[in-house]
């Protein structure tokens, strides 16, 4: 198959909303990361964005809409605190688990009883999800295991070949996906940090519980909140291990480090360094972190070391959801210096 990439003018939205309402995948742009869209009500359309990623079959998909309207048919009952996340947090990189209606077919779901909603914020994709007239099942649009893309050629490099169209919409603005809760639990739950924080949540919901594995490594045998908390996620063919500690211990730890490796630093820090480095934004903002870095992990991949030593960001914040994915790439591997 011949893989095609459009910039995202009117007709290319209109080829790419025609594509999903017969029950294509196409390639397309949201405000956290790139996502692979089709039909979410029609299971062999769904069935194709599994194909096309190599993805794990029981990992469910978040399914997007352009209007509330669209929400009463897709699930059992819409909270009042899902009604009050997303009056003040969509369209926006928020996620939220309810249980689902039937109409939602287990394949979307990944055989759970609960569907993942999310409405975005991002013009393209909001005038694909209303010129399909169907809500649109969007994964991050990588291949399983790799980081998720940020703009469109990293899509094509990932998906070249396996699906008929990428549209491109720039650069995306939030760089990491979105944050997802689950209403779905006797206590409102944080099951993957985003760009909308948990103390943005609790200020709609009071305390919310934090999932383990936000943090740490799910044990052997534990039941994940969330079948993705299973899989690799977000890795780079390079070896990623975390370093932690301030900037002096950071150089000082690499300067005696230097065959074969690579950093992953702050851009304020790149000049004191003396391997090959790609930078992850400012040391202290750590919304330009997320924006950076899954390109950054992509790009260490082609300074051709063994291992790149990456300094561990700020957990607070937005910083929680850049730790959370960096200790992934990192299959964990954190040095206290
Ligand atoms: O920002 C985003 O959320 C992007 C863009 C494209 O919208 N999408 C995205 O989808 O990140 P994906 O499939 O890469 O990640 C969805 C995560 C997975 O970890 C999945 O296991 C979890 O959400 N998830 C989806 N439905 C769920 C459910 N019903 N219960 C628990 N976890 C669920
Ligand atoms: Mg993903």
């Not at 051709?304 to 929680?320: I, K, T, Y």
Request: contains cysteine; glycine residues 8%.
């Amino acid at each position: 198959m011949e893989t095609k990439v459009l910039k995202a003018t009117e007709e290319a939205i209109e080829k790419a909303a025609v594509i999903i309402k017969n029950g294509g995948v196409v390639g397309l742009p949201t405000e956290t990361v790139y996502g692979l869209g089709a039909d979410a009500l029609n299971a062999s359309a769904v069935e194709k964005i599994f194909e096309a990623k190599g993805r794990p079959k029981d990992n469910p998909m978040i399914v997007h809409v352009s209007s509330i309207e669209e929400i009463e048919s897709l699930v059992k009952k819409f909270p009042e605190k899902a009604k009050l996340l997303a009056e003040k947090y969509w369209p926006g990189p928020l996620t939220i688990i309810m249980s689902k209606s039937d109409k939602v077919p287990m394949r979307t779901s990944g055989g759970l009883d609960t569907v993942a909603i999310r409405m975005p914020s991002h013009p393209v994709m909001r005038e694909v999800i209303k010129k399909s007239g169907c809500p649109i099942a969007a994964p991050s649009a990588n291949l399983s295991g790799s980081p998720s893309p940020t703009n469109a050629k990293y899509v094509f490099d990932d998906m070249d070949g396996r699906i008929e169209l990428i549209i491109d919409g720039g650069e995306c603005e939030v760089g990491l996906e979105s944050t997802v809760i689950t209403l779905a639990t006797e206590k409102p739950r944080l099951l993957r940090p985003g760009g909308i924080t948990p103390e943005q949540l609790e200020e709609v919901l009071g305390e919310i519980e934090i999932d383990v594995a936000v943090k740490s490594k799910l044990e052997e045998n534990a039941e994940a909140s969330s079948p993705g908390m299973k899989y690799k996620h977000y890795a780079p063919k390079i070896k990623v291990i975390i370093l932690k500690g301030d900037t002096e211990k950071y150089i000082e730890y690499i300067s005696s480090h230097k065959e074969n490796t690579a950093a992953l630093c702050f851009e304020d820090e790149k000049e004191k360094i003396s391997i090959p480095c790609v930078t992850y934004g400012r040391s202290d903002d750590s919304s330009s972190q997320a924006k950076r870095l899954f390109d950054a992990l992509r790009e260490l991949d082609e300074t051709g070391a063994e291992v790149a030593f990456a300094h561990c960001p700020s957990d607070e914040g937005v910083g929680l959801a850049v730790y959370n994915r960096l200790l992934r790439s990192a299959g964990f591997e954190v040095i206290e210096l």
